[in-house]
């Protein structure tokens, strides 16, 4: 069963794996090689798993999962303050 639910900071760097597999298979379709490795090749880095888990703690991004037999196969990113909608991926 697929459960929906707010992210919390250890999500961060499964959250990051999708994002990273997403635009690897899905966006590839779409753009040249240069653009996806140049587009994903910073994520799953410690640095921006860091960076991830600080945002989602201190409430900066507003971040929910899919998830599904506890594996985390989508994310969407708000930021509540400006209303901007910064991510959705699965």
Known sequence: MVKIRRAIPEDAKSIQEVHKDSIQQVASAFYPV???????????????????????????????????????FGFGAIIPKTGELRAVYV
Do not use: K, Y
């Open 34 to 72: 240069e653009v996806i490795d140049a587009w994903s090749s910073r994520l799953g880095q410690p640095e921006l798993i860091t960076a991830h888990e600080n945002a989602i703690r201190s409430g900066v991004e507003l971040v929910v999962i899919a998830e599904e037999n506890e594996q985390i």
